[in-house]
């Protein structure tokens, strides 16, 4: 069996020390590396926001640009109709003379 002795050991001291700075620095980076995913995640979080609102907008300016649309065309759409009532009506077709 083995026996554990209390001396030190400077090899594997140094090893230990060596290793502990390693995942000290390994730590270190990680924690920036972090703040810098949470950074950006807020600001496409924020980008993202702004788009959602800016397509809001649009959306409400198709739709009134549609219904202006729509009228337009029912306006000509009816006038058409009354233009070929009048020339039917004038040249006799309709209406009885």
Known sequence: MSTYEDTPDPAGESVIAYKLRELTRNVRDLLAWRREVDTERALLKQDAQTLGDRIDG???????????????????????????????IATGKIGGK
Do not use: M, N, Q, S
């Open 58 to 88: 649009l959306e409400k300016a198709v739709d009134a640009l549609r219904k202006v649309l729509l009228g337009f065309a029912f306006t000509v759409a009816g006038a058409a109709i009354v233009f070929a009532l009048t020339v039917l």
